[in-house]
């Protein structure tokens, strides 16, 4: 994925502060492919209203080459036929929270968009919105019945030969794999288990998925079903390994796959020999699909661990990044990778 924000701020996007933005706009800027400036402003409405145009902005940037929109960001001025923004920010008056504002935005695109994170930047109870989105591999995406994209510079409805190649590039269904954490407990003051399930959704609306298939390891516990002799095939690594092969032979939109699994272990042991941490990798992927990973850590140092609601013990997560995603993040190479499988 591309770090936008790093890329003009020299920081990740959750590193940001209210000072970088000020900072950034004391000279003047120009909109781009990449970048986008929307001012919080009563002449372009209501906050719905002003919202819109974020989302629509977010859209073209799905469509596009992915980028960086700043809502809160100065009027825009004519500079000798050159629109330039410069000076003091129009910061949103309303503080939305993260998780309804991300569901507001894919809510109002479709197909369901992914990868749009968002930073809220505040100053005396004024807001500035930073979104950094990538390029969708789901595309074209529609806000209110039109494509949009980034040409030129600026957020324009996608013409007809745009639009047509971003349908024929789309050769494959967005599945997306989760772990999430349903009970807690101990059978004994040596051994506790911990009840997880396995969620595999498709987001694609017009797309079936076959032949789904995934492992979940963990390398600090084992899965009970190992432990039982008509089970056992499905388990390998002596039992730290979740194999499921063919169990979902077709995954229908909005439909999700949902398994229960058990792990067991020694808590004590846990928190002795592996700084109280748990890892969990989820590994998926289907017939017309990319391998996906979703990993997760898990910490059981906090004392008190509620039996019926464990999701406090998340630590980490980095969800649904593909194989190839995670090499890049890796900084693997086609010549370290071949050294490693060839041993040569």
């Not at 591309?2 to 933005?21: C, R």
């Not at 003047?28 to 919202?51: C, T």
């Not at 971003?166 to 288990?193: A, C, M, Q, V, W």
């Not at 020999?273 to 990993?295: A, C, H, R, T, Y």
């Amino acid at each position: 994925m591309t770090n936008f924000s790093n890329s003009y701020f020299g920081k990740n996007l959750e590193e940001l502060d209210y000072s970088d933005i000020t900072a950034f706009f004391n000279a003047e800027k120009e909109e781009s492919d990449k970048i986008e400036f929307k001012a919080y402003h009563p002449q372009f409405g209501n906050l719905g209203k002003n919202l819109e145009g974020v989302i629509r902005g977010i859209c073209a940037f799905l469509n596009s080459s992915g980028g960086l929109l700043i809502w809160g960001a100065p009027l825009a001025k004519k500079l000798h036929d050159i629109t330039i923004f410069q000076g003091n920010l129009s910061p949103v008056s309303d503080l939305l929270e993260k998780d309804s504002l991300i569901s507001r935005i894919s809510d109002s695109i479709t197909p369901l968009p992914i990868n749009i994170n968002i930073n809220i930047l505040e100053q005396d109870k004024n807001y500035i919105y930073v979104f950094e989105v990538q390029q969708s591999n789901y595309s074209p995406h529609q806000f209110k019945n039109t494509y949009w994209a980034r040409l030129d510079g600026q957020t324009k409805p996608a013409p007809h030969y745009l639009i047509e190649a971003l349908f024929k590039k789309i050769t494959y269904p967005n599945i997306e794999g989760y772990i999430n954490l349903e009970k807690f407990g101990s059978y004994d003051h040596k051994r506790s288990y911990l009840d997880i399930s396995i969620i595999i959704i498709n987001f694609s609306e017009l797309q079936n998925e076959y032949d789904v298939s995934y492992r979940v390891l963990c390398p600090q516990a084992r899965f009970e079903g190992s432990l039982k002799p008509s089970l056992s095939p499905n388990y390998q690594m002596q039992g730290h390994e979740f194999i499921n092969n063919g169990h979902i032979k077709i995954l229908h939109f909005g439909s999700p796959d949902k398994l229960s699994q058990k792990l067991v272990f020694d808590l004590e042991e846990i928190q002795e020999k592996n700084q109280s941490e748990i890892d969990i990798v989820l590994i998926f992927g289907g017939k017309n699909s990319p391998l996906k990973f979703s990993e997760y850590k898990l910490n059981f140092s906090l004392g008190r661990i509620s039996g019926n609601n464990p999701a406090e013990l998340l630590s980490y997560k980095l969800e649904n990044i593909t194989a190839a995603e995670k090499q890049k993040k890796l900084g693997t190479t086609r010549e370290n990778l071949l050294k490693t499988i060839l041993k040569r």
